[in-house]
């Protein structure tokens, strides 16, 4: 098969670390300082499966209001979504924010794979989240979200220090490819 491109958009709200986890995975670097996103912000990595070259195009998408109307330009011809919001203490709001992104998502890309990241896991207690349904971004309550929304999959993530980021891309190109054949 020749060579395969994959457009994966990147939303949520401001400052969940968007921009952070497509650097970790293309780059392998984390950059403390928050700079807001203007528009859109693009990057490429290649990945392959089964011999397959495969070109992707991540589009990290700025989450602010001020560019609501752009957004739906910048979603023509994904292959794959990524909704991300915040684990860190504080920042729970991102997770009612995560089913306008996700409605967003849907209403302009029609049936594509959509995965959730939860990012910034390292904030946070793992057990407390596991046990704790009093959070908002508890396991359980997370668990409910993922089946009203029907995403495919729900990775935790940590682009501060890499944990699942790897697995969690992989796994939505690998969706991608296998539904494509």
Not at 136 to 152: M, R
Request: charged share 25%; aromatic share 10%.
């Amino acid at each position: 098969m020749g060579d395969i491109k994959y457009k994966i958009v990147v939303v949520g709200a401001p400052a969940v670390g968007k921009t952070s986890l497509v650097r970790k995975y293309t780059k392998g670097e984390f950059h403390k300082e928050y700079i807001s996103t203007l528009g859109a912000q693009f990057s490429r990595f290649e990945e392959t499966i089964e011999n397959d070259k495969i070109d992707l195009i991540l589009w990290d998408i700025a989450g602010q209001e001020a560019w609501e109307v752009m957004r739906k330009k910048f979603y023509i011809g994904s292959s794959g979504g990524i909704v991300v919001f915040s684990h860190a203490p504080g920042e729970q709001e991102t997770i009612s924010e995560m089913q306008k992104w996700t409605e967003e998502l849907k209403s302009n890309c029609g049936d594509i794979p959509i995965m959730l990241f939860g990012n910034k896991i390292d904030l946070v207690d793992n057990n407390e989240i596991a046990m704790n349904s009093t959070l908002e971004g508890s396991d359980a309550n997370i668990e409910q979200l993922i089946k009203k929304h029907g995403f495919t999959a729900y990775y935790k993530t940590s682009a501060l220090t890499g944990e699942r980021v790897k697995d969690a891309f992989q796994s939505l190109v690998h969706t991608i490819y296998n539904r494509s054949k």
